[in-house]
């Protein structure tokens, strides 16, 4: 089994950076895609950046061209580079991992929160 365990959350004002830190521990940490996710009050969870096994990311358009997304494996640690902070971005990130090949991810953190100031 793959624990997550995320850090780097806390408080901002509008046009600051913060970053983000996923530590996995268990399974080769080669074999998962991995993912951050936020939640906001009220709204729905939604997908914010994705890096494939491969190195490949993908990134929501509320966040790309600020955020970037990388892991290095050595450490078994997935990051989220914020930058440009908006009060928009106001939420709970969640760290996930899933098995290359499958749809569904498996493994989820306990999430760290992040808040933005006007």
């Known amino acids: 089994q793959v624990q997550l365990v995320e850090s780097g959350g806390g408080l901002a004002q509008a046009g600051d950076s913060l970053r983000l830190s996923c530590a996995a521990s268990?399974?080769?940490?080669?074999?998962?895609?991995m993912g951050w996710f936020r939640q906001a009050p009220g709204k729905q969870r939604e997908l914010v950046a994705r890096?494939?096994?491969?190195?490949?990311?993908y990134y929501a358009d509320s966040v790309k061209g600020r955020f970037t997304i990388s892991r290095d494996a050595a450490k078994n640690t997935v990051y989220l580079q914020m930058n440009s902070l908006k009060p928009e971005d106001t939420a709970v990130y969640y760290c996930?991992?899933?098995?290359?090949?499958?749809?569904?991810?498996?493994?989820w953190g306990q999430g760290t929160q992040v808040t933005v100031s006007s």
């Open positions: 268990g399974r080769t940490f080669s074999s998962y895609n």
């Open positions: 996930a991992a899933r098995n290359v090949g499958t749809a569904n991810y498996e493994y």
């Open positions: 890096i494939t096994s491969g190195g490949s990311t």
